[in-house]
């Protein structure tokens, strides 16, 4: 591609080729084509400015765009200054269009190219300065500008100050530079020890590079950690209590605030209360995997009024264990608007004995109340009354938490599609739980088969193919007929998009 060794853009374009394979590169190429770049200019544009090629698909579109089509530039423009598609369309380039806007609609500036590419000081000063040749009757330009300007004054202090830090987060974690300018503001340092025993410690205990590369992105601070007495305690404490290496990867990568907390104060004590309350070290930890952030709340706040609530109401404590094991972050909703979803489902007959007391506050949870009305009439458009979808929803509360989309295709397969009524559902609505994908189209499929077959009866109870477990459908209506229908299998396997 003609690149200088000797120069800083061998090394730009090397970390830029890096990031990316041949597809990827491929894709990116195509959308300067279409803005009627060639392939000449597409690659002289890379070797003045290669972070030019790093821009998502969709941030080159729009970019892109705002020269073409909002400040009618030619695309000869991003050819000759590539550098530009890197800059920040929300923190930049349009709030500085902006100023220059009004500022010519006043006949005060008219450089708007040179305003996109000088740096924030310069700027600063040339648009006040321009701004300050106003009348007074153009107070208001002033004002204006001087609005819009500030709000670049911290960006670029912080871009002036950090380069080490974003320089280094971009070379080392891989990050774009708007990521990487975005993270230095929460972290700077000017040498690179500390953050590479941070990094060599998260390798040498099993965290991959995107794991690390997210948990820095999403907690850059912990970049000036001592790996040695705050993070290693942490994870011997998580190993003793039964997490795998794997485990504790996941979790922290997930949610990295977790490594900010006082392990004396917050992690230990959090984690001996789950276990207090669901029994075992292994419900604990199920629990923390499918939402981490039980470790980090305010337990007086969010779990504990809860959870007494539920044991006044007669809630028994194994469905309580199982709420928490299953969806800990139902119990992690405010205790005033969680007190009012149990109100409710007591109001709508649920009894606190039953499981599906439990379920339907899950399901509560999840929804305001324009939610709930709209999915409430799509069930209406299939000609359910408001009494027969509240029976569905007192056996199934599960029924509602399908989004209304799959609510309209369920339904309509099982109408349209099967011939069956719409009661069908009131009276097994668990079958808006199963993927129609996965489950319910493949084995409709090998049913009808067996009907025009004559293999078994047109008036089949479906609930029961589409609720048994795969072993056990199998084993009940595709094994026994190999021989009769020897594609059957196949058939099954295509519709499931299994390898023959």
Same mark, same amino acid.
């Given at each position: ?122 700027? &600063? ?153 669901? #029994? ?131 339904? #309509? &397969? ?39 077959? #004559? ?11 589409? #609720? ?8 009940? &209506? ?19 998009? &299994?390898?023959?």
């Amino acid at each position: 591609m003609g690149f200088n060794p000797l120069k800083f853009s061998f090394i730009q374009a090397v970390f830029a080729m890096v990031g990316m394979n041949k597809s990827t590169w491929e894709r990116k190429v195509n959308v300067y084509k279409r803005w009627d770049l060639s392939q000449e200019e597409i690659l002289a544009a890379f070797r003045k400015c290669p972070s030019c090629i790093i821009a998502s698909e969709d941030k080159i579109m729009q970019v892109v765009d705002f020269y073409v089509n909002k400040t009618g530039f030619e695309t000869s423009f991003i050819v000759n200054r590539p550098i530009l598609i890197i800059y920040s369309l929300e923190k930049r380039l349009i709030p500085r269009a902006s100023v220059i806007e009004v500022l010519q609609s006043k006949g005060l500036d008219s450089g708007v190219s040179e305003c996109l590419l000088i740096d924030s000081k310069r700027w &600063f000063s040339s648009e006040m300065e321009s701004s300050s040749r106003a009348p007074q009757n153009l107070y208001t330009v002033r004002t204006h500008v001087a609005l819009l300007l500030s709000s670049f004054r911290y960006f670029s202090s912080t871009s002036n100050q950090h380069s080490f830090t974003v320089s280094y987060l971009i070379n080392t974690c891989g990050f774009f530079p708007e990521v990487a300018l975005s993270a230095s503001k929460s972290v700077n340092f000017e040498t690179p020890y500390k953050a590479d025993s941070v990094i060599g410690f998260f390798k040498n205990h099993g965290f991959s590079q995107s794991q690390i590369s997210n948990i820095i992105r999403r907690h850059p601070a912990v970049l000036l950690s001592d790996p040695q007495n705050t993070l290693l305690p942490k994870l011997e404490f998580f190993q003793s209590k039964g997490f795998t290496t794997s485990d504790i990867a996941t979790v922290l990568s997930r949610n990295p605030r977790i490594l900010e907390r006082s392990l004396k104060n917050q992690i230990i004590p959090s984690f001996v209360f789950f276990t207090n309350l669901l #029994g075992t070290n292994e419900n604990t930890i199920t629990a923390i995997k499918r939402y981490s952030a039980i470790l980090i709340v305010k337990l007086d706040t969010f779990v504990v009024p809860n959870v007494n609530l539920l044991r006044e109401n007669g809630v028994p404590e194994s469905n309580i264990c199982a709420l928490i094991k299953k969806t800990p972050i139902a119990i992690m909703t405010d205790s005033i608007r969680f007190k009012e979803i149990v109100e409710e489902v007591k109001e709508m007959g649920f009894n606190p004995l039953r499981l599906s007391f439990i379920q339907a506050i899950f399901a509560m949870r999840g929804m305001n109340k324009s939610t709930w009305e709209r999915k409430f009439s799509a069930y209406k458009r299939w000609g359910l009354s408001e009494e027969e979808i509240l029976v569905a929803f007192g056996r199934s509360p599960h029924c509602i938490m399908a989004s209304e989309d799959k609510i309209m295709k369920v339904m #309509g &397969f099982f109408i349209n599609k099967m011939g069956l009524e719409p009661s069908l559902i009131v009276k097994c609505p668990g079958l808006l739980t199963y993927s129609l994908e996965k489950r319910l189209i493949p084995r409709a499929s090998v049913i009808q088969v067996l009907q025009s077959e #004559g293999l078994v009866k047109k008036d089949f109870y479906l609930p029961t193919v589409f #609720g048994c477990a795969e072993e056990l459908f199998l084993k009940k &209506f595709v094994m026994p007929y190999e021989k009769e229908t020897s594609e059957l299998l196949q058939l099954y396997k295509r519709k499931l998009n &299994f390898p023959e």
